[in-house]
Nanobody, 120 residues
């Protein structure tokens, strides 16, 4: 099992910045990718950013150029640096860890979420 705990959310003005942290514990070895997802009220969950074990990253179009995902393996922590925040970034942000089991199966682990609210 993998346990993920997010922190760093809060209330910020539009144009401000926040850094989210995701602390991993448990069976944390051989995680193939870490991702940040978000879900706003009444909307579907969406991928915000993802980083693979090789360091490759991808981002949602809506956050490209503003958000940066990173990992610190010595601290078993993933980060999401969010800059130039907009009210539409308001959502609960979830950390996700994915481990590839086979060509057909993956294991996914989720944190409890942290609220990010951007005021106008």
């Amino acid at each position: 099992q993998v346990q993920l705990v997010e922190s760093g959310g809060g209330l910020v003005q539009a144009g401000g910045s926040l850094r989210l942290s995701c602390a991993a514990s448990g069976t944390i070895f051989n995680i193939d990718a870490l991702g940040w997802y978000r879900q706003a009220p009444g909307k579907q969950r969406e991928l915000v950013a993802r980083i693979t074990s090789a360091g490759s990253t991808n981002y949602a179009d809506s956050v490209k150029g503003r958000f940066t995902i990173s990992r610190d393996n010595t601290k078993n922590t993933a980060y999401l640096e969010m800059n130039s925040l907009k009210p539409e970034d308001t959502a609960v942000y979830y950390c996700n860890a994915m481990r590839v089991i086979s060509a057909f199966t993956t294991n996914n682990y989720w944190g409890q979420g942290t609220q990010v609210t951007v005021s106008s």
